[in-house]
Structure formats: structure tokens, C-alpha cells
């Protein structure tokens, strides 16, 4: 006599069911996922130098002379959205929500002294698109497995600098051309803002820890690059104070400044799977 199903169906694996994917070709589905964290952005020291020639003059006019500082640590959120192609290879988009950064460096002007204070504002986003592989990575206690990962991205970033400020409180010669005003107003140099958008390009390693079925815990470090930051080529403010302490104000085009933008980012998020979900 013949009972369902033949004795041969007994060879299937133990939680398989006719009819049903089997775990691994429904680990190898595209599935995608979100992903939401903090993350705390450390950029690199840097130099405010003169950029690009239009026809004006230059603010430093030598490779000697610049504005060396950096722009400040910053904690921002971390948002992407992506998909699992396979198991070990994956696909993310990702955005820098605007975050703004406050600069502070020194300027090295002939006879300004050693203190030259500058102080600047970066506004910034990012998007980026970023392939990520994850690496075989190891059993924990829980019996789940903690995968590292490495990863490269490329996108655009946008910028916005401004209230840029030089100031010279202690020139070489307290009674020369950069004296202090008559209520001991420091003489300073105000630069144009500056706006723009610009390739960016970035290099992730990390590691994925599994909190339960479709929740890892992601921690990693990121470098980015994001190219040359710019004042517009426009009018620079300088303000001095004569002998008799009439104030003078002179505007005087000068051509853009730049500065090499580099951060070093440590982030922590969580990744969602949405395969459930859909």
C-alpha cells in the first residue's frame, strides 16, 4: 500500500518542506536592508592655501605663507539603505545628513607675529554609493557569527564656508599698520563664503555582530576624502585702525583659498534585514 509521500522524501534536510525555499537559497536572495547609528567625525589637520588663479590677487601669494589648523571633531547620525546580493557581498546608499564644523587655525603673515587666530564655519552633506564584502569571521558564545568587512565608496558632497575671520591681536609691532584700534579693537581679515559641490571617495573596514535574525550590530572606521574646499573668488574685508584711530576698511578681490578636506569617522549603528517584511 502506498502512505503520502514515498520513503525517498525522508532524504530531505531536517526543517526543509516540500514546496519551501530551503535557508540557503533564501540567504542568497537579494535582500535589503536599513541601517541607523552615530557616528563621531574626526577631520584631518589641514592648510588654508591659495586655490585656483581667476585674475585677482592671491591672499598668500607663496607656498610659505597659509592658514594651518583643523576643523573640529563632530558626532553625527549615520542613515543608509542597502541590499544583500549574496551572502558576503552587499550594496549601499548613504547619506551624511548636514553637520557643520568650526575651524580654528593660525595664519603665518610676515610681521602679524606668532598669534594669528582664524576662525571659519563648514557646513557639509554627503551621499554616497559603497560596495561592502564581508570576510568569514568567527563563531561567538551565542552561536552567532561576527562577520569583519571592508568596503569603498564614491558620491558628492556639498559645502558651504563662511564667517572666515583672521585676526591679528599681537603683530611684530604693536604701533605699526596693525595697531589696535582706539577701544582695543583687534585688526582682523574677513573672507568671502564659499559654496559648492565636489566628488568625494571613501574606504571602510569594519565588523558586523549579530544581535538577533536580521539585526547586526555594526562597528566601524571610515576614511574619506572629500577633495578641495573653497572660499569664492570675491572681496576680502580687511579692517585696520590708523595712528589716529580712525577705522579703515578696505575691499580688495582676491582670488579663491582652498583647503585639503580629510576625515577619519568611528561609527556605530544597527542594520535592519527587511526580507521579513516585505
Known sequence: MVHGQPAAASDKPAGSAVGLPSVESKAARNVPYLSMGIAMVRPEGARFVDGDDSGQAALYGSENLFDAGAFDTRVQFHLAAGIR???????QLEVGPPRAFDWRGNTNYRNGGKHQPSEATLDSWQLVLAGLYDLPGWTL????????????GAG???????????????????????????????????????????????????????VREGVHLDLSYRYTDMGKIETDAADVT?????????????RVPINA??????THTLAMSLRFDLHGRR
Do not use: C, K
Open 85 to 91: 546580493f549574496r551572502p558576503g557581498l552587499r550594496m
Open 141 to 152: 558564545n551565542s552561536g552567532g557569527t561576527a562577520r569583519p568587512y571592508l568596503g569603498a
Open 156 to 210: 558628492v558632497a556639498g559645502y558651504r564656508a563662511s564667517s572666515y575671520i583672521q585676526r591679528f591681536p599681537d603683530p611684530d609691532d604693536p604701533t605699526g599698520y596693525l595697531r589696535r584700534g582706539p577701544e582695543d579693537e583687534i585688526p582682523f581679515t574677513a573672507l568671502p563664503d564659499g559654496t559648492g559641490r565636489i566628488f568625494t571617495w571613501t574606504l571602510t573596514a569594519g565588523v558586523a555582530v549579530p
Open 238 to 250: 580687511i579692517v585696520r585702525y590708523r595712528a589716529d584711530g580712525i577705522r579703515r576698511e578696505i
Open 257 to 262: 583659498t582652498a583647503v585639503d578636506h580629510r
